[in-house]
Every structure is written in C-alpha cells, then in structure tokens.
C-alpha cells in the first residue's frame, strides 16, 4: 500500500485516516480496567486464591510487560518487513493479544496460581508487541506540528470512550440478568475477542504503513548515546513521569476518596464517568490553544488549571460530593491536556534524533514513555499505600484515625499539586516549537530525498 493512501502526498491524514486509527484505542482500553482492576478481585474472592500469592504473581507479570517494552521497541524499528515495521507488528500481535484475554478472564477449571502467571505474561508481552508499534504508527503518520496533535486527539479520545464503556458496563449487566464477576469478565472478553480483531482489521486496510525515512542504520552502542544526549527527550520524560506519578496517586486513591473521605460509595461511579466524559469535551479546546501557543505551553496552562481545581481537594469531608464533582468538571477538562499534548510532543522529541543519526526509531522511544508511564503507576502505590497505612488509615483493619484521613486528602490532592508544578517547571520553556520542528524535518526530508 502506498505511503499517502488515505491522505493527499505530503499532506497530514484526513479524518476518516483517522478515525480508523484511532479504533482499535477502544477495544485496547476495555482490556486495561479489567485486567488491572477486576481480575485481582476475581482471582482472590472468586476463585479463592491466596491474596498474597496473587499479588506477587501480578507483580512479576507487571515486571516482565515492562521488560518487554523497550525489547519490543528495538526489534519493531529494525525489522523491517514487507507489509510495513508498525503494521506487521500490530496485526501480528493482535490474536496473541485476543487468546491470552480469554484465557485471563475466561478461566478453565482448577485455574491457579500457575496458570494465572503464563497467561497473564502472554497477554502483558502481547499488549505491549500490539500498543509500542501502533504508537509508534501514530507518530509517524504525521510530520506537521499540528497534524500530530489530530492523531493523537483521535486515538486518546477513543481510549476515554473505552474506558467510560468499561466503567459502565459492571453497573449495567444486572439489569440484563447477567450479576457478578464471573459474567462481568466474560462480557469484556467477548469485546475484546470481537472487537479487537474488527477494529484492527479496518486500521490495518484504511491506514498506511509510514514511509521509513531511515538513511542508516546506528550501532547499539552510538544509537544509546544519541538517545542519552537528546536534551528534549531527557527533559520530556522527566516531566512525563513526575507528571504520571502525579496523576497516578488519585487514580490508585480515588475509590478510598470517595468512600471515606466523603462518605459517599455510591458516587464514585458517576463521579468518574462525569471526570471522563468531560475528559472528551476538553480535546477541542486544547487543540486549539496549542496551534493558538505551542503544545508544550497548552500542557502546562492544562496541568495549571488540575493544580487550582485539585487545591480544594484536601478540605472536603464527609457529604461534599457536589464541591468535589465541579473538581470532577475541572480536571476532567484538563485531561485532554494531559494525555494528547504530551504524546504529540513525544513524535517531536523523536525528530531530533531522526534529524542527528539518519535512523527513524519511533518504537524505542515511545517504548521508554510506556515504561516511563508504568514506573509512575507502580511508584505512585508504592508511595500511597505504605504512607497511608502509617498514618492510620487501613479499612480493612477497621481503622480510620483523623491523621489517616488527613493524609488520604493530601496524598489525593495535595502531593500531585506539587508534583505537577515541578512537571509545569521543566516544561514551561521546553526548547522544541513549531518554527524548530520544521527545521528538523527539513533536515530528515533532505537527507531521505538525497
């Protein structure tokens, strides 16, 4: 398939591009709750399984999915394939990615520990062989400032709506008849097991495979230096991963939130689809204001806008569920900030070593983001729980001492401000604009045209 079908030569994708692009986000994003959320649940309480024993072997599946991603990266830009370096390993990966679903969620009898630890190291190694090469797709569809930032606003905007289909769906099944985990589970690998492969299959026939601009090949060891000496991507990933572990410690403390500090169970379920659904509305808003400024700016201006809603956070207590959904609102609108301009600035950061090696190598970079974004999601249980329940707040121990809840309030609200201001300092004059990342690919498109 040639390089510019789907969109005019030289011009950035047309929305229909797109838009086939971007669904497979969605499928890819029902996967993510459950596998992280229910089936530790489901292992533990309905097959009655150690917890302990559960946990450790969740984390050793964790540790291998981030080994895993920046090995996926390397061989992803080497490989070079007929049918395309990104395509080939996305449609590759795919069934491997549908089997080891079902067999997670879908259990056979007798299913333990074992079993739970091979099946759920095929799926996270699968993932990541599916999610670094269609990452590194997107970057790569786009060479122009702005047209990234569409790619990224229409796979992230598909990643929100799969997520808010999976919020929704363990609150709607009984109604169909259909209660507990066990069915919960099944539905979502009935999704995955269809929608996954359709989806894949219409991005795989409507979206090119990029042109590979690569004029060399760099050796191991020169290619890590070049990788150590990208001033942009050292900066960019520092801020990346301070701004993750900010906005990981709410995700991991949002139930416990809303459950003790507000006293309020029962609304955690809106509350989250109202955070989400206004995560959508925003994206329009900060496309705009980065072709209006730059993408990094727009970022810092979203993240000062999160830091000023999450500032009140800490003073709610018991019953404030009105005063907390305008937070909702607020950082919700911020979210598009957060996930669509920083992945738009990663394809940036790459053209710089494009530009100083004459190797395109999208994949390993943007594996070193996934592992970045993995690292914060781990550091920021690592940082809460221990915290937490040091300071008195363990509900399964029935304690709930007022410098617990204390603590709950700001480790929710009050560290991810300050985190976000340390990411909001190493971003605010980030070096890379519109006018630097022209001159870039002027100098890419030379040397590919020579």
């Not at 029902?30 to 917890?51: G, K, M, N, S």
């Not at 099946?119 to 702005?146: F, I, K």
């Not at 781990?378 to 410098?403: C, H, K, N, T, Y």
């Amino acid at each position: 398939m040639s390089s510019v079908s789907g969109s005019r030569a030289g011009a950035d994708p047309r929305a229909r591009t797109l838009l086939a692009y971007g669904l497979p986000a969605l499928p890819l994003a029902i996967l993510t709750l459950p596998f992280y959320v229910l089936v530790p649940a489901f292992y533990t309480q309905v097959l009655a399984l150690p917890i302990a024993a559960v946990g450790q072997v969740l984390l050793a599946v964790r540790l291998i999915d981030a080994a895993s991603d920046p090995l996926v990266g390397v061989l992803a830009d080497r490989w070079r394939p007929a049918f395309g370096r990104r395509r080939t390993w996305f449609a590759a990966s795919i069934p491997f990615v549908v089997i080891g679903a079902w067999q997670v969620f879908v259990p056979s009898a007798g299913a333990g520990l074992l079993y739970l630890a091979v099946w759920g190291s095929l799926l996270s190694v699968a993932w990541s062989a599916t999610q670094v090469p269609y990452a590194a797709w997107g970057a790569e569809l786009s060479r122009s400032y702005a047209g990234r930032n569409r790619v990224t606003a229409f796979r992230e905007a598909f990643t929100v709506v799969g997520t808010l289909l999976a919020l929704a769906t363990p609150a709607l099944l009984p109604a169909f008849g259909l209660p507990g985990e066990r069915a919960v589970l099944m539905v979502f690998a009935v999704a995955i097991a269809v929608g996954l492969p359709l989806a894949a299959l219409l991005s795989l026939a409507a979206v090119p495979e990029p042109k590979d601009r690569s004029t060399a090949r760099v050796p191991w060891r020169e290619g890590f230096g070049h990788l150590a000496s990208n001033a942009p991507f050292r900066r960019l990933i520092a801020a990346f991963f301070v701004n993750g572990l900010a906005n990981g410690l709410p995700a991991t403390l949002f139930l416990f939130f809303v459950q003790h500090k507000l006293a309020s169970p029962d609304a955690a379920g809106p509350l989250l689809v109202l955070y989400f659904v206004c995560g959508v509305a925003g994206v329009p808003f900060w496309l705009w204001l980065a072709r209006r400024t730059s993408k990094h700016r727009a970022w810092c201006i979203g993240m000062l806008m999160a830091c000023a809603a999450f500032a009140a956070a800490p003073f709610l207590g018991p019953g404030d569920v009105t005063a907390f959904a305008v937070i909702c609102v607020f950082t919700g609108l911020t979210l598009g900030a957060d996930v669509v301009l920083p992945a738009s600035i990663q394809a940036d950061v790459i053209d710089v070593d494009t530009a100083a090696t004459g190797e395109e190598r999208s994949a390993l970079y943007l594996s070193l983001w996934a592992l970045a974004t993995k690292l914060a999601l781990a550091g920021a249980v690592g940082i809460a729980l221990p915290l937490l329940g040091a300071s008195g707040f363990d509900p399964a121990a029935g304690r709930l001492e007022a410098f617990g809840l204390t603590m709950l309030g700001l480790l929710y609200a009050g560290l991810p401000v300050v985190l976000k201001f340390g990411a909001i300092a190493a971003m605010w004059n980030f070096p890379l604009d519109e006018k630097t990342q022209r001159a870039l690919q002027a100098t890419i498109e030379s040397r590919a045209a020579r």
